[in-house]
């Protein structure tokens, strides 16, 4: 199946995204009776279904291909065998940027505050 329409979905606000599917449902509702309701609502959550079930089996494959699937609970990642175990940060380094944003955190509160007394 090729793409006719380029950009579709359209790059929205998610939660503007989000409401007009409220719209849409609600819509849809019109003079239908609780069982119509029901049956074309299951029928639209399977087709969104079918589609998220496509979805998650190509992204299986593109991960395997790109050799960035990773299994958390794997005897491998736990001994320490995965690249995202061994990605040469030192815990010393994560502690220098952790003090970086502890100390940038701590500038704006003191800005903030400065803001506060001079109102």
Request: aromatic share 8%.
């Amino acid at each position: 199946m090729h793409k006719n329409v380029e950009n579709f979905p359209p790059n929205i606000n998610p939660q503007v995204f989000s409401f007009l599917a409220v719209l849409v449902g609600s819509a849809l509702i019109g003079d239908y009776d609780a069982n119509e309701q029901n049956s074309i609502g299951n029928w639209l959550i399977l087709v969104g279904q079918f589609m998220l079930t496509n979805a998650a089996q190509q992204q299986l494959i593109e991960g395997r291909i790109e050799h960035n699937n990773i299994n958390i609970n794997s005897k491998e990642h736990k001994s320490g065998g995965s690249y995202y175990a061994n990605n040469s940060k030192s815990n010393q380094n994560q502690r220098l940027e952790v003090d970086f944003l502890l100390d940038a955190v701590a500038k704006l509160q003191q800005e903030l505050n400065n803001i506060k007394k001079n109102q």
